[in-house]
């Protein structure tokens, strides 16, 4: 559709937003499940690692973009979901915190609605220039 530098890292901003959540949605669902370790979507600590000015994180992200991209399905990155032993362990071997689980969710709708609205502006911006606004 349309391969914008922009565009492309909201895209794959909102595919991990999205496969975030169904990680955070499961573990809260199996918070009572004995010997459930909670899990997490990693794509968050690229991004969160990168070092430098703007022009070195810009290039990480750049690079990143291109492996997730290489190693995706149809040019969708893929998001590495890892077991995390942080967290108390209860008896049962569960180390599922739901208040813990229920804020990361919620912080995640925020990075979602902030990426969403980002590509909806975006895309009023190519409208715009479309009708030569």
């Known amino acids: 559709m349309l391969d914008t530098p922009t565009?492309?890292?909201?895209?794959?901003?909102?595919?991990?937003?999205?496969?975030?959540?169904?990680?955070?949605?499961?573990?809260i669902a199996n918070a009572n499940t004995p010997g459930y370790r909670r899990k997490e979507a990693s794509f968050e600590d690229v991004l969160a690692t990168a070092e430098g000015g703007a022009p070195a994180r810009i290039a990480q992200?750049?690079?990143s973009s291109r492996?997730?991209?290489?190693?995706?399905?149809?040019?969708r990155p893929t998001v590495e979901v890892i077991e995390t032993d942080d967290g108390a362990m209860r008896?049962?071997?569960?180390n599922v915190d739901m208040d813990a689980e229920m804020s990361r969710?919620?912080?995640?709708?925020?990075y979602?609605?902030?990426c969403a609205q980002l590509t909806s502006g975006q895309f009023t911006s190519l409208k715009s220039v479309i009708e030569g606004r």
């Open 91 to 94: 008896i049962d071997g569960n």
């Open 7 to 27: 565009l492309n890292v909201l895209s794959r901003a909102l595919d991990y937003a999205s496969t975030r959540q169904e990680v955070l949605a499961n573990n």
């Open 67 to 75: 492996r997730f991209r290489e190693n995706g399905i149809n040019g």
């Open 61 to 63: 992200i750049n690079a």
């Open 105 to 110: 969710l919620a912080q995640n709708q925020i």
């Open 112 to 114: 979602y609605d902030t």
